[in-house]
């Protein structure tokens, strides 16, 4: 079966940077449009960041631009998310989601909270 599974969360001061991972089996990666998608308390899951099956095209929530990068690697069935200059309202449990064949696949998320 398909399973994503996130890492990489956790605690960061305001400024600070985390790489979010999200490693991926059960199904071909290579063909799989990947995205990141958040959900803070209280509010609705949202797109953060999505990106092209060969890593070409990618496209950002406004609220990141400039700060976070997307990125995959087809060879380790692994996408990534490199997030800096997080401030406190990037709080939130990020979600990795596979896009096959119009079949949606999603991880179990991992907290990201920014606090001093």
């Given amino acids: 079966q398909v399973q994503l599974v996130e890492s990489g969360g956790g605690l960061v001061q305001p400024g600070g940077s985390l790489r979010l991972s999200c490693a991926a089996s059960g199904l071909t990666f290579s063909r799989s449009v990947m995205s990141w998608y958040r959900q803070a308390p209280g509010k609705e899951r949202e797109l953060v960041a999505a990106i092209s099956t060969l890593g070409i095209g990618t496209n950002y929530a406004d609220s990141v631009k400039g700060r976070f990068t997307i990125s995959r690697d ?43």
């Fill in 74 to 116: 087809n060879a380790k069935n692994t996408v990534y998310l490199q997030m800096n200059s997080l401030k406190p309202e990037d709080t939130a449990v990020y979600y990795c989601k596979a896009r096959l064949y119009s079949n949606d696949y999603w991880g179990q998320g991992t907290q990201v909270t920014v606090s001093s």
